[in-house]
């Protein structure tokens, strides 16, 4: 099946997302060709986002998350 034809659902992450959002981060580190490109943030840090400091969105296909965005408030 060829991506553009899945439906990408948008909805806020929870805490129940927060291990899968972490191996995303650090698979990307991975793939990066120059690490200074990308910074990785802690467990900590996007799980208060998560939690009220901010927010984290996820994009789901499939049910799976394919991709995150997370907002930290001053």
């Known amino acids: 099946m060829d991506i553009k034809s899945r439906e990408v659902k948008i ?4 805490m129940d ?3 899968t ?3 995303i981060m650090h698979y990307a580190l991975e793939l990066v060709e120059d ?3 990308y910074a990785v943030d ?3 840090f996007v799980g208060k986002c998560i939690e009220g400091q901010g927010f ?5 296909v499939d049910g799976t998350i394919a991709g995150f965005l997370t907002v930290r408030y001053p």
């Open 11 to 14: 909805e806020y992450a929870s």
């Open 17 to 19: 997302d927060l291990k």
């Open 21 to 23: 959002i972490m191996h």
């Open 35 to 37: 690490k200074s490109w």
């Open 42 to 44: 802690s467990e900590e």
């Open 56 to 60: 984290t969105l996820k994009a789901l």
